[in-house]
T-cell receptor, first 108, second 114 residues
Framework: RKEVEQDPGPFNVPEGATVAFNCTYS??????FFWYRQDCRKEPKLLMS???SGNEDGRFTAQLNRASQYISLLIRDSKLSDSATYLC?????????FGPGTRLSVLP | SQTIHQWPATLVQPVGSPLSLECTVE??????LYWYRQAAGRGLQLLFY??????ISSEVPQNLSASRPQDRQFILSSKKLLLSDSGFYLC?????????????FGNGTRLTVT
């Protein structure tokens, strides 16, 4: 089993749609959690950290369920500029493990 | 504010040639430093990380090595490149002293071994 797994994608959605990404991790000792976005041929950029109580940043909402070892990202009112690959990242100790990513295309 | 510099942006090297990629961080002290590789269409693979000068941890056996000669400098090297070394190499840093601190990436080096 891979350490971090994500929806295989790709997701093709119209502008204005709500889209949800799921992620599961296998290491119960994981300490912190993040969502990154990566544009084509660019470096990953931090989208948001994920906190146990859930957190929101504008149109983006992240949730963490430690018992189920599950992380989610919800994007509301999607924009063309949201098109990217979304990476789920899990940290334990000094190690950051990246999921394979889920590609999102927002269509006009 | 903190910045990370990575160079070169692109590199084309023949098989068997040496490699040296450099990364420097500004605006912070004692960062954790990381080298990741992303093969075409694949996820990020951790190659090395360092928690201090001269301290290198390797995650996978490979044709590469890393060094940290100064606190904010991280170097990735190879004596003889293989075709399989092609990929997108990313340097990253993390604030060591802060719990839940994320990784911050440089712009990356796209390496093609021919």
């Amino acid at each position: 089993r891979k350490e971090v797994e994500q929806d295989p994608g790709p997701f093709n959605v119209p502008e204005g749609a709500t889209v949800a990404f799921n992620c599961t991790y296998s290491n119960s000792a994981s300490q912190s959690f993040f969502w990154y976005r990566q544009d084509c041929r660019k470096e990953p950029k931090l989208l948001m950290s994920v906190y146990s109580s859930g957190n929101e940043d504008g149109r983006f909402t992240a949730q963490l369920n430690r018992a189920s070892q599950y992380i989610s990202l919800l994007i509301r009112d999607s924009k063309l500029s949201d098109s990217a690959t979304y990476l789920c990242v899990v940290n334990y100790g000094q190690n950051f493990v990246f999921g394979p990513g889920t590609r999102l295309s927002v269509l006009p | 504010s903190q910045t990370i510099h990575q160079w070169p942006a692109t590199l084309v090297q023949p098989v068997g040639s040496p490699l040296s990629l450099e990364c420097t961080v500004e605006g912070t002290s004692n960062p954790n430093l990381y080298w990741y590789r992303q093969a075409a269409g694949r996820g990020l693979q951790l190659l090395f990380y360092s928690v201090g000068i001269g301290q290198i941890s390797s995650e996978v056996p490979q044709n590469l090595s890393a060094s940290r000669p100064q606190d904010r400098q991280f170097i990735l090297s190879s004596k003889k490149l293989l075709l399989s070394d092609s990929g997108f190499y990313l340097c990253a840093w993390k604030n060591r002293g802060t719990y839940n601190s994320p990784l911050h990436f440089g712009n990356g080096t796209r390496l093609t071994v021919t």
